[in-house]
């Protein structure tokens, strides 16, 4: 079933993502590492905000968030190499690099990082993080 990037509205294929995060339980689907940009730069512009639980007034979301990223190149001794050099980024709670299908998962404070660090983080460690590609038919 096709969900929606929260930043340009596309219709993609849950395993087609780009990227995933999850946030209080919700998963955001990203298109491409640009759509990502964006979120992270006004993630609040995006995501829905949550009533508090004491005022019920609006609030937006804060807290770890999780993010989901392709990593290519990857072997076994690398999975790990990639997990400590993410986990030294500031704001960094937990990593998890699944060799198997090549994904990097990591959990992280917004306020302390940017989805952009673990990107560069990625490729200064030796791999890549192209992510899927979409053809479209337009005509008229």
Known sequence: MPVKDPVCGMEIEPNAAFAT?????????????????????????????????????????????????????????????????LETLPGVNRVHVNVRTGRATIEYDPARAKSTDFVDAIRTAGFNTDGQSLRLKVSG
């Open 21 to 85: 995060r999850q946030s209080k339980g919700k998963t955001f689907y990203f298109c491409s590492e640009n759509r990502l940009k964006q979120f992270d730069a006004a993630p609040g512009k995006y995501r829905p905000a949550v009533p508090s639980a004491t005022t019920g007034i609006a609030e937006n979301e804060t807290g770890p968030l999780k993010l989901e990223l392709p990593v290519h190149g990857l072997n076994r001794s690398g999975g790990p190499a990639l997990s400590k050099a």
